[in-house]
Nanobody, 118 residues
């Protein structure tokens, strides 16, 4: 059984930084971060498997990384914008490829709130 536990969300001013963490247990191959704002669909942010992928809206500002020894996924978020405000979810898959759709992930964390103020 795979379990994912996120941490690191919070309130930050625009232009600031936050780092999200996701502690994983169980056998997984690729992992990703998604986010969801009220009234919007869950959207892909970044993914990591053999390669890394980013949504265009976060390229150059966010960095996804993974510590395999600790089985922990990270998302370093810099130059945060008000529009980055959302609940951020960690996701994991037993596929080796990075998928950019939520349906490609079978395991999800509980989510952590990120709020960026102006």
């Amino acid at each position: 059984q795979v379990q994912l536990v996120e941490s690191g969300g919070g309130l930050v001013q625009a232009g600031g930084s936050l780092r999200l963490s996701c502690a994983a247990s169980g056998r997984i191959l690729s992992m990703g971060w998604f986010r969801q704002s009220p009234g919007k669909e869950r959207e892909f942010v970044a993914g990591i498997g053999g390669i890394t992928k980013y949504a265009d809206s976060v390229k150059g500002r966010f960095t996804i990384s993974r510590d395999n020894a600790k089985n922990t996924l990270y998302l370093q978020m810099n130059s945060l914008k008000v529009e980055d405000t959302a609940v951020y979810y960690c996701a994991a898959s037993r596929l080796s490829v990075v998928v950019v759709t939520a349906s490609g992930y079978g395991f999800w964390g509980q989510g952590t709130q990120v709020t960026v103020s102006s």
